[in-house]
Nanobody
Framework: QVQLVESGGGLVQAGGSLRLSCAAS????????IGWFRQAPGKEREFVAA????????SYVDSVKGRFTISRDNAQNTVSLQMNSLKPEDTAVYYC????????????????????WGQGTQVTVSS
């Protein structure tokens, strides 16, 4: 069973940057596809970005394309989400999630497919 711990959230002004990290333990990290999701106050949790086991074929929600970058380091058991040009509408609790995946290049964007979740980290973007 995989345990996930997010870090790196905080308060930033619009236009600024943050780098979120997700540290995994308890499993063979390279066997898991990883996703980032977020939930803003009063809204449902939504997909943000996802990456395959191999680190290729990243996928992003349209609203963050060109601003966010997901990456992973299988040797360090970590996944990062670099967030640039942040906007107030990016304010949310950000969660990383993992799913065991048989194929190295598959990316999962459906949160219902994910089995393991972190506790979340708050990102607040002020205008």
């Amino acid at each position: 069973q995989v345990q996930l711990v997010e870090s790196g959230g905080g308060l930033v002004q619009a236009g600024g940057s943050l780098r979120l990290s997700c540290a995994a333990s308890g499993g063979t990290f390279s066997n898991y596809a990883i996703g980032w999701f977020r939930q803003a106050p009063g809204k449902e949790r939504e997909f943000v970005a996802a990456i395959s086991r191999s680190g290729g074929r990243p996928s992003y929600v349209d609203s963050v394309k060109g601003r966010f970058t997901i990456s992973r380091d299988n040797a360090q058991n970590t996944v990062s989400l670099q967030m640039n040009s942040l906007k107030p509408e990016d304010t949310a609790v950000y969660y990383c999630a993992a799913v065991f995946e048989s194929y190295r290049t598959v990316v999962r964007t459906d949160q219902a497919r994910y089995d393991y979740w972190g506790q979340g980290t708050q990102v607040t973007v002020s205008s």
